[in-house]
């Protein structure tokens, strides 16, 4: 395993590499410029010689496990700056040898597995800057935020209602909901300023499908989004048909139990000489339509009260 100061040209067996041009790594004032001397990885690395407080390097990551790669060289700053969820250290990119690039700055392992926010500056008038960054192979890297993103993000259907819960973030006053009739997204926010880990959204039809996800606020702004949850609002007063087909998808229809039995007759009775396909309606949104289920495409089915 590698260790601080050595040259570390790939990432080790259980990590993942992002160069420092992944567009999910903010880069804060100005001055930025590219280096490519003595053979950075991916041919080149961001620098920076200022040492004022709007400097910047930030991003967020999931995971437990964070590598900095860079450069040792005699030009280059002894005193960064490097604070995860708030917690500083500092770590050096000088030495007085033959520069060399590709190197192992710093590490921070055996983090609790979750999202982390990064801020890296600089305290001496000399260069500094960042070449790669090594996580964990199953982790991800993400814009920054000052806050991590809630986690377990529930959605349970009701008639007419959608009841959301989520576990509590360190540190959060405040949560916004945001919701969707498309999975990932454009995101609507329907909730802000809302202090606990709950939140029954009533503004909802039954039979369509909402997408959800919450953020944490802080004083210093907003997280990422939480993981995405979804569910279907369904009336009270009818049953709900499931029909799994030959590409495991799930289309639901809310029916009266006269349509469900009517629909389970056909399915159960079908020969040859009937008709292949039986209608069943569904709403999209307000909107209301037909949808036509070919009997050798069915896998299965199941009635929900």
């Known amino acids: 395993m590698a260790t601080v100061g050595e040259q570390l040209t790939a990432p080790e067996t259980g990590w993942k590499r992002y160069d420092d041009t992944n567009s999910n790594i903010s880069y804060l004032g100005t001055g930025w410029d ?3 001397t003595y053979s950075p990885y991916n041919g080149g690395r961001s620098r920076n010689t200022a040492i004022t407080s ?5 991003f967020n990551f999931t995971g437990s496990n964070l590598r900095i790669i860079g450069i040792l060289s005699s030009n280059w700053s002894n005193n960064l700056q490097i604070s995860v969820d708030g917690i500083t250290e500092s770590f050096s990119q000088y030495n007085n040898a033959t520069a060399t690039s590709q190197v192992l700055n710093y590490e921070k392992l055996n983090l609790s597995n979750g ?22 192979e199953t982790g991800e890297l993400k814009p920054y935020a000052p806050i991590v993103a809630p986690t377990n993000l529930t959605a349970t259907a009701g008639d007419s209602e959608v009841t959301l819960s ?19 997204g454009t995101y609507t926010t329907i909730a802000s300023d809302v202090t606990g880990t709950s939140y029954v959204d009533t503004s909802v039809t ?6 959800y996800v919450v953020t944490a606020v802080n004083a ?4 990422n989004n939480s993981n995405e949850a979804s569910a279907t609002p369904v009336d009270s007063s009818k049953l709900l048909l499931r029909v799994t087909v030959i590409d495991s998808s799930d289309h639901d229809y809310q029916l009266t139990s006269t349509e469900v039995d009517a629909f389970v007759n056909w399915f159960m009775n079908y020969t040859s000489s009937n ?3 039986y209608m069943l309606a569904k709403k999209n949104g307000t909107q209301d339509s037909k949808e036509y289920i070919a009997f050798d495409k069915i896998i299965s089915f199941e009635v929900l009260d």
Do not use: C, F, P, Q
């Open 34 to 36: 590219v280096d490519s």
């Open 54 to 58: 709007d400097r910047s390097i930030r």
């Open 115 to 136: 999202e982390h926010s990064v801020i890296i500056t600089n305290t001496a008038s000399v260069y500094w800057g960042l070449d790669a960054i090594d996580i964990d």
């Open 166 to 184: 989520w576990t509590a973030v360190d540190g959060a006053t405040s949560y916004i909901v945001k919701r969707s009739t498309t999975s990932g």
């Open 206 to 211: 039954n039979g369509t499908t909402y997408y």
């Open 220 to 223: 210093e702004g907003e997280s």
């Open 275 to 277: 008709t292949a396909g």
